[in-house]
């Protein structure tokens, strides 16, 4: 009896060789694409809470600033507190109003942007309401009015903002013309 040579059945050296190549490139594309995707989403993620950081403040001025019929800002030594920006008026009501921003430490050098509300008693003496934290991750820097400040000058409030989260950074200036007193 003779034995008949049988076709190989398999794969050989060369051809396991150029799989396994071809494997890991697919895999290596798979592992780079899911890095990528996840290091978009933290730097957009950081940006949004940046932003939203800069909107917060700039609402939250602009809605007093609006309002205001004595404008104080950090670099005035008349203001009747020490503050970044103090904003006073009287409602139709009759009742006194002021507000008095303050930027207080937090963590990483950065700033709180705080909103300190104030009422005023039968004698005129201001008395606490509230504090709320308006805005948080704000840049500062004293003396440079680039990063974050607030210019009180011809009747136009103009707040500049700087806010950080991560690597990301947001900037915007609010100009803002508080209402006419007549």
């Known amino acids: 009896m003779s034995e008949k040579p049988s076709r190989q059945k398999g794969l ?4 396991l060789l150029i ?4 494997g890991a490139m697919i895999a290596g594309a798979v592992v780079a694409s899911m890095f990528q995707l996840f290091t ?3 730097r957009n993620s950081d940006y949004a809470a940046a932003f939203t950081q800069v909107q917060n403040a700039g609402y939250w001025v602009s809605h007093d600033a609006v309002q205001a019929q004595e404008v104080w800002d950090e670099d005035d030594p008349g203001a ?5 920006l103090i904003l006073e008026w009287v409602d139709w009501g009759g009742d006194a109003h002021r507000i008095v921003y303050t930027l ?4 990483g050098g950065l700033k709180e942007l705080k909103r300190t509300t104030y009422s005023f008693d039968e004698n005129g003496d201001p008395q606490l ?3 709320i934290v308006v805005a948080q991750y704000i840049q ?12 009180w000058g011809e009747g136009v409030l103009t707040l500049k903002i700087t806010a950080q989260v991560g690597d990301q950074t947001v900037k915007r200036t609010y100009k803002v013309e508080p209402r006419p007193l007549s």
């Not at 050989?12 to 051809?15: A, D, Y």
């Not at 009747?80 to 970044?84: A, L």
């Not at 207080?104 to 963590?107: L, T």
């Open 40 to 42: 978009v989403s933290d």
């Open 140 to 151: 500062y820097i004293d003396n440079d009015p680039t990063i974050t400040s607030s210019i």
């Open 19 to 22: 799989a396994m190549i071809v």
């Open 104 to 107: 207080e430490d937090a963590s």
């Open 129 to 131: 309401e509230e504090t």
């Open 80 to 84: 009747p507190v020490v503050g970044f």
């Open 12 to 15: 050989t050296l060369v051809e």
